[in-house]
């Protein structure tokens, strides 16, 4: 679904990706780990054209991205800080982003149902919480059927019940062959939902691969401590 190959970014003398190569399969929920500054957004924002790489390519589903704008229409991404105008009602802003879609889906009403959002639907935006926000933002990015999904920190602010609902919903877009690519500094989550892993430090792939082939490399017990391993052994 998604092959990136030899990725190489900077910005200034910033060397921000150096060298990534990765291969993405259909039907998987994929998750980007690391530090702040490791490379995850700029890796993220690349294959979803917003950052041009210096050297290598991305493609995705067979075709390349460069200078291919359409493709993105085979995307629904998740921003980790939705910036909503604050004078819209929630139902105000469902229409414009189906209207600017020209998608009659009436999937909205079933995720209004799904993560409790039917009380605020006349309220502005700019009087919501930071959690019903976040389930805003998740009702948008999941209300198309685009077979590639990019979720930022989708976890942000997030009630446990709506936790619990989001997990379900990733599972079931799973299963109808989506690919899912999701960046989360919560470990619990990302084991409870991830295929594989990729771990970058410094713009690099330190660890690509399952979550169990992680702990058996790091001889780890558990996944937080594995993940804590990668860290020491780079140091090194």
């Known amino acids: 679904m998604v092959q990136i190959e030899g990725l190489h970014k900077k910005f200034g003398r910033n060397e921000v990706l150096q060298g990534i190569d990765l ?3 259909r039907g998987e929920i994929f998750a980007i780990l690391g530090p702040n500054g490791s490379g995850k957004t700029t890796l993220i924002k690349s294959v979803l054209g917003m950052v041009i790489p210096n050297t290598g390519s991305i493609h995705v589903n067979g075709h390349s991205i460069k200078k ?3 493709y993105r229409n085979e995307i629904d991404y998740l921003p980790q800080i939705a910036n909503f105008p ?3 009602r929630v139902n105000e802003l469902i229409r414009m982003i189906k209207d600017l879609r020209n998608d009659p889906s009436e999937k909205d009403q079933e995720l209004i149902e799904l993560f409790g959002l039917k ?3 006349n309220k502005k935006l700019g009087t919501l919480s930071g959690g019903t926000k976040q389930k805003v933002n998740i009702l948008l990015t999941f209300m198309f059927d685009s077979p590639l999904l990019i979720l930022d920190e989708p976890t942000t602010g ?3 019940i709506s936790l619990i609902r989001l997990k379900e919903l990733l599972t079931s877009e799973k299963e109808k062959g989506k690919t899912i690519l999701v960046t989360s500094h919560i470990m619990s989550f990302v084991e409870s939902v991830t295929s594989k892993i990729v771990y970058l430090l410094e713009g690099k792939i330190y660890f690509k691969g399952s979550i169990p082939e ?3 490399r790091t001889k780890q017990p558990d996944f937080e ?3 804590a391993s990668i860290l020491t052994l780079a140091d090194d």
């Open 68 to 70: 291919n704008h359409r």
């Open 86 to 88: 604050s004078n819209l």
């Open 23 to 25: 291969e993405i399969g």
């Open 119 to 121: 009380p605020y639907l």
């Open 225 to 227: 401590h594995a993940i």
């Open 214 to 216: 992680l702990k058996a």
């Open 158 to 160: 997030l009630d446990p």
